[in-house]
């Protein structure tokens, strides 16, 4: 039998008991002879309660102290889930990520992972050892200072280990029970997805669905690792991410639509009374762009024939709202326009399976639900495998679940299970 990464969220290990509990899953996958790595996030809502401590003492923590101190949590479950692991009478070392031999570059607090040198852990594992690896973090390979990964990163440590260790898979240990439909916490009659293609979930992930970070699922496209999401509160088999279907094509039957995700937050910003004129997107685009603000959707009204004005709305993550319009407001008189609208009131819905390239309707059947329900649709974007519109935020857990009804996705049995923490 291989090796095996598994991470455990904060919300597994939130506690004493928690920690015991994980500790016993461990010894089990040690017993049935794995070789076992574990990545462990920080207990519970430590890293948020860090932040805050931080943000007590300082307005604007800085980079480097800041990754020092977040980093804390996670070297906190790491010993103590490695004590337990003992107590259980097994093996088990705790490694910080830069011990592991996670190397990044030196962006503080989003750190990207540009190697991994896990040396230490092959011995460890090679001695017998199960091995714990504090998630989120690592280690410059320029400053030599501790870098951390964004928040949700232990997911993404997960997936570079097994990567780099040639795991047979890496598992996600969550809340849930897998994947779902939909977020379990908005629509009861989710259903689980057995297996999903790494090519939906990177688009359900991207279209705010939480349970696994986008991060995370394109390192393991990449490197081709297996991902199994599975709840840490029960026994059940969760969902398998991959590549290729495991029972192969031509066998199953393929869902036109994976899930329906939602996200609530992002804003919406109109830019009133544009000349329509060659340039102008370029210009107002070239401001956000220069702020270093990643935009979501846009679209460009018509122009009214009479003024030779057009709208130009967008949108993006809330917490770059500000950023925006000081952005937009100080190039104004270059770029021409009327006036700014702010709007933090929106939603966002997105239906994602690949599917939906060869079949047609889909398109009709997603508006025709959101009508049915009475959801007014404000601004529509498409890839080839995911259509999306904002809404209002109101509007937007009745219309996941009405999209949800009218693809079929309701399941008929068991309502989805939620165990605890928070979404995330
Ligand atoms: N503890 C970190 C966070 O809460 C990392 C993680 O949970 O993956 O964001
Ligand atoms: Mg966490």
Not at 103 to 117: E, M, P, W
Not at 127 to 134: C, K, L, T
């Amino acid at each position: 039998m291989g090796l095996v990464v598994q991470k455990y969220g904060g919300s597994s290990v939130a506690d004493a008991e928690g920690i015991k509990r994980v500790a016993k899953r461990i010894v089990d996958a040690k017993k049935n002879g794995h070789q076992v790595v574990v990545v462990v996030s920080a207990m519970g809502d430590t890293t948020d309660e860090l932040i805050d401590l931080a943000e007590q003492v300082s307005p604007m923590p800085a980079g480097r102290e800041f990754d020092m101190l977040l980093t804390a949590g996670e070297r906190i479950s790491m010993a103590l889930l490695a004590m337990a692991i003992k107590n259980l009478g097994h093996e088990a070392q705790s490694f910080t990520g830069s011990q592991a031999g996670v190397i990044t570059d030196s962006v503080h607090n989003k750190a990207r992972i540009i190697d991994v040198t896990p040396g230490r852990i092959r011995t460890a594992l090679d001695e017998g050892n199960i091995a714990i690896v504090a998630g989120f973090q690592g280690v410059s390979a320029d400053s030599k200072d501790i870098t951390t990964l964004g928040r949700g990163g232990s997911d993404t440590t997960a997936v570079a280990l097994a990567a780099a260790l040639d795991a047979e898979v890496c598992e996600i240990y969550t809340d849930v029970d897998g994947v779902f439909t939909a977020d379990p916490r908005v629509v009861k009659k989710a259903r689980k997805i057995d297996w999903i293609s790494s090519e939906d979930m990177l688009e359900l992930a991207a279209s705010g669905s939480k349970v696994l970070l986008h991060r995370c699922v394109e390192y393991a496209r990449r490197y081709n690792i297996p991902i199994h999401v599975r709840s840490s509160f029960s026994g059940l088999p969760g969902t398998w991410v991959s590549n290729e279907n495991p029972q192969g094509d031509a066998q199953v039957e393929h869902a036109i639509i994976s899930g329906v995700a939602h996200d609530v937050s992002e804003a919406k910003i109109t830019v009133v009374g544009v000349p329509d004129k060659p340039g102008e997107a370029a210009a107002i685009f070239r401001a956000i762009a220069d702020a270093e603000i990643n935009i979501d959707m846009i679209v460009q009204n018509v122009s009214a024939a009479s003024t030779g004005l057009t709208d130009i709305s967008f949108t993006l993550p809330k917490a770059e709202g500000h950023k925006a319009i000081d952005a937009l407001e100080k190039a104004k008189s270059a770029i021409g326009f009327d006036s700014l609208r702010y709007d933090d009131q929106i939603g966002k819905i997105s239906l994602v399976g690949a599917g939906m390239k060869t079949n047609p309707g889909v398109t009709a059947s997603f508006f025709q639900a959101l009508s049915d329900a009475g959801v007014n649709i404000e601004l529509i974007s498409t890839s080839e495998i995911r259509i999306s519109v904002v809404t209002r935020q109101d509007d937007v857990n009745e219309a996941v679940r009405a999209v949800h009804t009218a693809f079929g996705l309701d399941s008929d049995s068991d309502e989805a299970v939620v165990y605890g923490g928070t979404g995330r």
